[in-house]
């Protein structure tokens, strides 16, 4: 079977574009969760979220690309670029046949959609832009990436609400190992901070209300959490064949090791009780990866801040490892910094399961102040710590059921 390691890393979110800080930040334990500023939000139960700051669009994309884009497939091809940046490949000395994109969103062009709705209700159909189509599919961002580099390789998006972007980057994975290509750029990308991505939510009911304390809202496994916080933004990962990258001199954070990927087959929205899916699916990963159970050390857990979300996974990991080892291994959710980005949300984590192995430093769950009873494993809490990570495992969920694991091994 083929290694593939992770070579190059972009992350466009509530901390802002720039790599380097996006780790600092995590690593201090800040919080990127404010009250939404786009639009007027005073009307919405949860009235706060993440917003993607220090973002200059014309810095990734043209003008005349800008009006015919939703901001979720900005947002993914500013990912890109910093992504294939950081990688340092010379596409001109690539095949393009070899090199494929597999980027997915959990939504899609909500913004745009909303936009051109308004403009037919008030305007008429006329008035609705020739462009609304494309700027709202959820593979356009992958065709987006691919043209601007010119990579001619498969290319599709997968959309599996929370649970997306893993599942693009273990597709993503497999690709490469079955000899298809050399390189994919893997990731999500998802930009429903907006009014009707709020109204959906909240009539959900899935969102924290704690209005009045944006900073300290998401706290997963804490006993007091009521919801999560919506945010936005992309994660974007350069994947590449070992020896492809070795004989470039690429600079290498980790192996992409394993993949698992279940469905719990029980209901729209909750996830099954018994934990039986998740389980399964982080087991599926660990074997992928030649690995047993003891070896993982580090887990970047769903925890998204919701009751049943953070229950369920905790009793997920539990039946994954065996109470015991559960017990010891080092656990956390970053989205208690920078809120849940849905489709995006599993490549903004994977990133950090890469800079964890790469750097031997786990970032914390903030906010845990409670305990719960029902989540009583080791949730890294408020202080990131110092450890050296060999394996390490990022869960991902979703609406409809979808369990998905991706494991990462030290190179």
């Not at 884009?69 to 091809?77: E, I, K, R, S």
């Not at 102040?369 to 080791?378: A, E, Q, S, V």
């Not at 990131?384 to 059921?401: D, H, I, T, W, Y």
Request: with cysteine; glycine share 10%.
């Amino acid at each position: 079977m083929r290694k593939v390691v992770i070579t190059g890393l972009g992350v466009v979110c509530p901390f802002g574009c720039d790599l380097e800080k996006f780790w600092k930040r995590n690593l201090a334990g800040e919080s990127g969760i404010r009250r939404v500023q786009q639009f007027d939000i005073s009307l919405y139960p949860s009235q706060i979220g993440g917003e993607v700051v220090e973002f200059d669009v014309d810095s990734f994309m043209s003008k005349k690309e800008q009006r015919h884009t939703d901001p979720y497939c900005q947002f993914a091809v500013a990912a890109a670029k910093l992504a294939m940046k950081d990688s340092g490949l010379d596409l001109s000395k690539i095949d393009p046949y070899k090199a494929g994109v597999l980027v997915g969103s959990g939504v899609g062009g909500l913004q745009f959609l909303q936009a051109q709705y308004k403009n037919l209700v008030e305007k008429g159909p006329g008035r609705v832009s020739p462009f609304m189509i494309p700027a709202l599919i959820c593979n356009m961002a992958a065709g987006m990436i691919a043209i601007e580099f010119q990579l001619k390789g498969p290319n599709y998006a997968v959309v599996s609400a929370c649970a997306t972007a893993t599942h693009a980057i273990g597709d993503a994975l497999r690709i490469i190992q079955r000899g298809d290509t050399d390189i994919m750029v893997s990731g999500g990308s998802d930009a429903s901070v907006c009014d009707l991505g709020y109204a959906g939510f909240c009539a959900l009911r899935a969102l924290s209300t704690r209005n009045d304390d944006p900073q300290k809202a998401s706290r997963p496994f804490d006993r007091d959490r009521d919801g999560f916080v919506m945010s936005e933004g992309a994660g974007i990962l350069v994947l590449e064949e070992y020896e492809h990258a070795r004989k470039r001199g690429a600079k290498i954070y980790c192996e992409l090791s394993g993949y698992g990927a279940t469905c719990d087959a029980f209901h729209e929205t909750a996830p099954a009780p018994d934990g039986n899916g998740g389980a399964k699916a982080m087991q599926m990963a660990i074997e992928d990866s030649g690995a047993t159970p003891e070896q993982v050390d580090y887990i970047n857990a769903h925890g998204t801040s919701t009751s049943l979300n953070d229950k369920c996974e905790t009793l997920a990991i539990k039946k994954a490892l065996g109470e015991d080892l559960a017990r010891k291994v080092m656990i956390s959710s970053t989205k208690s910094m920078i809120g849940h980005l849905l489709g995006a949300a599993g490549a903004v984590e994977a990133a950090v399961c890469a800079l964890v192995i790469k750097n031997g430093m786990i970032p914390p769950t903030i906010n845990y102040t409670t305990p719960d009873p029902d989540c009583d494993l080791d949730y890294v809490p408020n202080t990131a710590r110092e450890k050296k990570v060999k394996l390490a495992l990022s869960n991902s969920l979703g609406f409809g059921g979808h369990n998905t694991t991706i494991a990462f091994r030290e190179i």
